[in-house]
């Protein structure tokens, strides 16, 4: 299971830290990821992360501003948001695996 939590409103250029918590599987071997979806639109990757945190990669529209990473010995993934914008408002789910295994999602609203 995945759980995603820490989502809430937020003003442009503010930040937000989310969490997804994992169990039932081996957490520590998979390639995870953060994955959002926008009112209205499909699902967009956002971020992954390696097995052991050595490597990470993001889409273009959050390079820069989101960062990535893990905590194996709490089953934990995160995502750290700094200067965050209107169009970052959207459901985030983290996931992993093919077919993907996508958990629940939290909610983040950024707007004035």
């Known amino acids: 299971q995945l759980q995603a939590f820490g989502g809430s409103l937020v003003q442009p250029g503010g930040s937000l830290r989310l969490s997804c918590v994992a169990s039932g599987f081996t957490f520590s071997s998979k390639i995870m990821s953060w994955a959002r979806q926008a009112p209205g639109k499909g699902f967009e990757w956002v971020a992954s992360i390696t097995s052991k945190g050595i490597g990470t990669s993001y889409a273009d529209s959050v390079k820069g501003r989101f960062t990535v990473s893990r905590d194996d010995a709490k089953n934990t993934l995160y995502l750290q948001m700094n200067n965050l914008k209107p169009e970052d408002t959207a459901m985030y789910y983290c996931?992993?695996?093919?077919?993907?295994?996508r958990g629940q999602g939290t909610l983040v609203t950024v707007s004035s």
């Open positions: 996931q992993y695996g093919m077919p993907i295994v």
